[in-house]
């Protein structure tokens, strides 16, 4: 199996997005952030025009991660 890497270039993408403005929230922001672009990347093929500043609410997406926690140690 060829290795992705090798089969063409590579494009970084320098992007402002959302940043936590708390000690605490860094890992649900990243997560946010990660999730957005990969959405980006599956509807439009592109990143670079990807609206990174989109609000993030971690409350809401420490609770979903809860719920996949629970969801995944019920399905044991």
Same mark, same amino acid.
């Given at each position: 199996? *060829?290795?992705?890497? !090798?089969?063409?270039?590579?494009?970084? *993408?320098?992007?402002? &997005? %959302?940043?936590?403005? =708390?000690?605490?929230?860094?890992? *649900?922001?990243?997560? &946010?952030?990660?999730?957005?672009?990969?959405? &980006?990347?599956?509807? !439009?093929?592109?990143?670079? =025009? &990807?609206? %990174?500043? *989109?609000?993030? =609410?971690?409350?809401?997406?420490?609770?979903?991660?809860?719920?996949?926690?629970?969801?995944?140690?019920?399905?044991?």
């Amino acid at each position: 199996m *060829v290795s992705p890497i !090798t089969q063409g270039s590579i494009n970084y *993408v320098d992007k402002e &997005c %959302m940043q936590q403005g =708390n000690g605490y929230d860094c890992g *649900v922001h990243v997560i &946010c952030n990660a999730e957005r672009v990969a959405e &980006c990347a599956h509807q !439009t093929g592109l990143i670079g =025009n &990807c609206d %990174m500043l *989109v609000k993030i =609410n971690p409350s809401a997406k420490r609770k979903e991660i809860l719920k996949i926690i629970h969801s995944l140690k019920n399905s044991e």
